[in-house]
């Protein structure tokens, strides 16, 4: 049995691989160098791009030094779930979301936006740039130069970003066609947009120890025993670039 989804998920996997090497690796070395100054690294997403901050965050076998942005508004435990788009295009909102974390010059903000055309995410990385901090972003950049800005600057997010991760999905992110109705299903970016992170997690982890550092800010299981009291010995020795409650 071939399967519509998996295949094209496999296609994308070998474009990114071919074509974001180069992209992926400035990205491995500025997480790098960052874990290794002790600077702070944020991700932010709104609604459904939100969830690579989720999967960045407090996860076994993930960076400890990642706090992830919060803004409920757009969760999508929201309700009405509708109100997430709102307040995505709401300018300001994003301005205002920043402001509730200490980001600094030389600290990392990883910022995922398929389209990268609403203000929330747009105002995250502009306000990030403008404090010094460096940032990543994760887009489709045909899509994203294929739609206009719903900011005010007229810019979409990728053009404040240092980094740019491209997913290479389809215009709309569905990528299966539903059969004699021009629609399509099956969204490609959560993804791809996890497997481009957690291949960078991955090297940045290993890069660490090439750097000389004995025990990477890896998170341990919890449920695997003595995970508990590892994660805390790692936490005491990277708590000053961490920003959310342990």
Known sequence: MSYSYINRIRELI????KKETSNIEKAIDLLTEAILNKRSIYIFGASHAGILAEESFYRAGGLMPITPIWAHEVLVSKEPITSTSRME????????????????KDDVLIVHSVSG??????????????????????????????????HPSGKNMYEFCDIVLDNHGDIGDACVEIKGTGEKTGPTSTVIGSLILNTIYSEVANRLVDKG???????????????????????EMYKDSIHYRF
């Open 89 to 104: 295009r709401l300018v300001g909102y994003g301005t205002s979301i920043m402001k509730n974390y200490p980001i600094e």
């Open 117 to 150: 055309r609403n203000p929330v995410t747009i105002e995250c990385a502009m306000y990030a740039r403008e404090k010094g901090a460096k940032v990543i972003g994760v887009t489709n950049l045909e899509y994203s130069k294929n739609v206009s800005s719903r």
């Open 14 to 17: 070998d474009i990114v691989e």
């Open 213 to 235: 550092v004995d025990i990477p800010p890896v998170f341990y299981s919890a449920n695997i025993d003595g995970g508990d009291e590892k994660n805390l010995k790692l936490y």
